[in-house]
């Protein structure tokens, strides 16, 4: 896959709404956009995640596929209380450039991405009690991207995905009986239900071909309505195939965290998966 251009604006600038913690209660010293999480907040306040919790439920680690440098070549273990040399158990594990902020300081300066200097964070990753399942979030002006697997399902309302150099924004506009509205290159298509599915590769019988991209499999990415949910879907490659370079969905909005989920940040590549100590 081709490294993104990481220098660009945002591609969404809308401004979010900011909870204050202070660090002297365990919180932060900084703004961070915690609003949408209330199942976290209690009172304007972050909750403390028990001890007995902690032990419970299954811990996740961090790790770099492409050998890189950005979290100083270290392996990182993340439980339901936070990262697992974390004081205050809050469930919440912070990267980003901050030291005295942030739980995990990430080595990005090799990248050269100096725009990114003033950035309180650059993603979060929190245990969520009600649900008992892990979530990352992005900071809305870093980019940070997924590959998508062939065995999770991934809806489509409002979403952006890269393939090799292509950017494409992609939306399902309910108001016109689902239809599909995707852009690429400041072209506008256009897609009813009716369609069913529409493909995104450089063989000449896809929907949206593109040309001169060596990278980029016959068939990279298909978009089918699921006329039993009543919604569009995106996968990567074909129901029988994969492609080889993969499709990659740009995170705008908190994604649930699930085992052996792959991402990239900087143009570093890194996999969560399921912890099993060596203990047990």
């Not at 039993?228 to 499709?247: A, L, Q, R, V």
Request: hydrophobic fraction near 30%.
């Amino acid at each position: 896959m081709n490294t993104k251009n990481k220098d660009k604006h945002s591609l969404y600038s809308k401004k979010s709404d900011l909870s204050l913690f202070k660090s002297s209660n365990g919180f932060f010293n900084f703004t961070l956009d915690l609003s949408n999480d209330n199942d976290i907040i209690d009172n304007s306040k972050i909750r403390k995640i028990s001890d007995d919790e902690i032990i419970r439920i299954k811990p996740y680690i961090l790790s770099s596929l492409n050998n890189g440098t950005l979290f100083n070549g270290k392996e990182i273990i993340i439980n339901a209380g936070g990262y697992i040399n974390k004081k205050i158990k809050n469930g919440i594990t912070i990267f980003g450039n901050n030291i005295n902020d942030c739980d995990i300081q990430l080595n990005y300066h090799e990248y050269k991405y100096s725009i990114y200097d003033n950035l309180p964070y650059f993603f979060l990753i929190y245990y969520k009690r009600e649900s008992k399942k892990y979530y990352i979030k992005p900071n809305r002006d870093v980019y940070i991207y997924m590959k998508i697997k062939k065995e999770k399902k991934i809806k489509i309302l409002r979403e952006a995905f890269t393939i090799g150099s292509n950017l494409f924004t992609v939306r399902t506009i309910k108001t016109r009986n689902n239809t599909l509205e995707i852009n690429h290159n400041d072209k506008n298509y256009k897609y009813p239900k009716e369609k069913k599915i529409i493909t995104i590769g450089r063989d000449k019988n896809c929907d949206i071909i593109l040309l001169n991209e060596k990278d980029v499999s016959r068939i990279q990415t298909s978009i089918y309505f699921d006329e039993k949910e009543d919604d569009w879907f995106i996968m990567d490659g074909t129901k029988e195939k994969e492609s080889t370079n993969g499709t990659w969905l740009t995170l705008i909005n908190t994604t649930e965290i699930y085992n052996n989920m792959i991402l990239e940040i900087f143009g570093e590549k890194f996999i969560l998966k399921e912890y099993i100590s060596s203990k047990n």
